[in-house]
Every structure is written in structure tokens, then in C-alpha cells.
């Protein structure tokens, strides 16, 4: 099996820099695993790694697509495993690095697609509301009979639309073993002081230009229709580029879905994955993951 190092964690809590420096001391090239970070455009509202960040270190599945296009998970799973067995073929380690748990399990686990499956991926970033409309508008019957509020059965009603009731029959035959050596650290703060720095995220994101781009990429009705559009740090932008809302509204709907986001994003991994949990602030804890990775990594397959 391939030796896969997994970075995750909620938004705003370090997972960029922890996989650069762990390429550069492992000998590894890192793999996006955002959601939104495919996007080529779409830089300040995604906080995307900068080429100074990289500090030379290749990184694959970035940039690869237009705004108007989609992006399935199941697109993510097949690109994502292509760079794994592409980096690994050079000898290097492949440091899958993101906060989207679902694209990251689909990648790590004998999750498979068919190939006329309609998969929505950004689910998880959408709060209950957006996520009611969109049931809504798909099947109007079922959203009458699902409270907005019960993310669950909404969550369950819109992929039953979308998959069909297969798409759970099929699933239950596959085992969903990982299919590489993974070692997988999670990062964890103090839930305060990730609060505060997600709002002083957001406050430099503003500061960079944040609703520049938004205005030059989505100003249009036909662009905010865009897959691209609903991930967090854009979709916030729509009352204020329809002339209803206010930049300091949107400012604070960011903020306010970026912690509920990172609230969620560590309710899925904590459910759904066996990690070692860091605090990334202590430094200890990153010295003792550091030689456990370097112990990981001298161990053959079984």
C-alpha cells in the first residue's frame, strides 16, 4: 500500500504551513484537498497558499479549473489518486492537505462512483437555510415535509433526489477499507481562539481585497449560479452585489458561516476518521507527531 500523510483540520487552523514544513523535512509534495481551492480565480476567499508559502514545494490540484465549471467528488477522487500514485512513483512522499473531510474520505477509502451519479460537493458547506432551498428547489414535495431546521433529513431528502434510492443499496456492498498506509493528523484549537482567528482571517481577507474579487469574478446573475459561488467567502457577497445587503453584512455571514463550517468540519473528522489530534500551538505535541511520522515512515506494509 502507498504511504499517504494526511493534514486536516477545521478552517483557520494552520494546515498549510504544518504540510509545507513536513514536506520539506519528509521529502514530500502536497495535494490539495479543499473543495474550492481547484478554482483558479478564486484566491482571497479561499485563503490559498502563495507561491512565497510554498517555500518551493510542489503542490497538485491547485488552479486547475475555471469558475464556471464544475467539480465532482468523484472527479476529486480520481484526480487526487492519480497525483498519490504520480508523487510515490518519484519516491516522495504525497501529503494529502484540506478541511474537506468528504473529498478526503472518498480518496482514502474504496468509496466508488458511477460514472452518471450526480454528487454534490458542497453540501457541508452550506448552512441549513441553503440547504433547504436547494432541496426546495429540487423536490418542492420533500421540502414541504422536512423542518429547515433538521439538517439531517434535509441532508437525506436531497440525496435521495439527486442519487436515487441505489445509491444506498450500492453503497452498503462496499466495505470502505483505507486504501493506502495513512497517517492522518488532525488539528485542534482552542475552540475560542480559533473563533478568533477565523474573524481575523476574514478581517485580512477584506484588508487583501476580498470584495474586488468577488465583484470582478461573480458580478453577474449567470456567474453566481456557479458551483464556484457557494462556497463560503462568496455566497455572502450575493444581497451586497444585488444591492440588498451591506459589505459589513456580508463580512460578518462569513464570519458566522466560517465557524459554524469549522464546528462541523471537526464533528466529521472526529466521527469519521482515526487520527492523531494536534494542537498545533505546542510545540511538544509537534515534536512527539514528528518522530512518530518519521517512525511511520521507516515501517514497511504489512
Not at 28 to 33: D, K, L, P, Q, R
Not at 42 to 67: C, F, M, R, S, W
Not at 268 to 289: G, K, S
Request: aromatic letters at 10%; charged letters at 25%; a negative charge.
Amino acid at each position: 500500500m502507498r504511504k499517504v500523510l494526511v493534514i486536516a483540520g477545521p478552517t483557520a487552523s494552520g494546515k498549510s504551513a504544518l504540510a509545507v514544513e513536513c514536506a520539506l523535512q519528509f521529502n514530500g509534495e502536497v495535494i490539495n484537498g479543499d473543495s474550492q481551492q481547484v478554482y483558479r480565480q478564486l484566491n482571497i476567499g479561499t485563503a490559498k497558499i502563495t507561491e512565497n508559502e510554498k517555500q518551493g514545494i510542489p503542490h497538485h490540484l491547485l488552479d486547475i479549473l475555471d469558475v464556471d465549471q464544475s467539480f465532482s467528488v468523484a472527479d476529486f477522487q480520481k484526480e487526487a489518486r492519480f497525483f498519490i500514485e504520480e508523487v510515490s512513483s518519484r519516491h516522495k512522499l504525497p501529503i494529502l492537505c484540506g478541511g474537506s473531510g468528504h473529498y478526503l474520505k472518498a480518496v482514502l477509502y474504496d468509496y466508488e462512483f458511477l460514472k452518471d451519479d450526480f454528487i454534490e460537493d458542497s453540501f457541508e458547506e452550506l448552512d441549513d437555510q441553503a440547504l433547504y432551498d436547494r432541496l426546495f428547489q429540487l423536490d418542492p414535495v420533500s421540502a414541504l415535509k422536512t423542518h429547515p431546521n433538521n439538517r439531517k433529513r434535509v441532508l437525506r431528502a436531497l440525496n435521495l433526489g439527486l442519487n436515487g434510492p441505489l445509491k444506498s443499496e450500492r453503497e452498503a456492498t462496499q466495505t470502505h477499507q483505507p486504501i493506502y498506509d495513512v497517517f492522518m493528523i488532525i488539528l485542534n484549537i482552542d475552540r475560542d481562539l480559533l473563533n478568533q482567528r477565523i474573524e481575523q482571517r476574514v478581517s485580512k481577507m477584506m484588508d487583501q481585497g476580498l470584495f474586488d474579487e468577488v465583484t470582478a469574478i461573480f458580478s453577474t446573475l449567470q456567474a453566481q449560479s456557479y458551483q464556484s459561488f457557494l462556497g463560503i467567502g462568496y455566497k455572502e457577497f450575493r444581497g451586497t452585489l444585488n444591492g440588498t445587503e451591506s459589505i459589513d453584512q456580508a463580512q460578518e455571514a462569513i464570519i458566522t458561516h466560517t465557524r459554524q463550517f469549522a464546528k462541523r468540519q471537526l464533528t466529521y473528522f472526529r466521527h469519521q476518521f482515526t487520527a492523531h489530534w494536534v494542537n498545533p500551538l505546542d510545540q511538544e505535541e509537534l515534536h512527539r507527531i514528528q518522530n512518530e511520522l518519521s517512525q511511520w515512515l521507516t515501517q514497511e506494509n504489512l
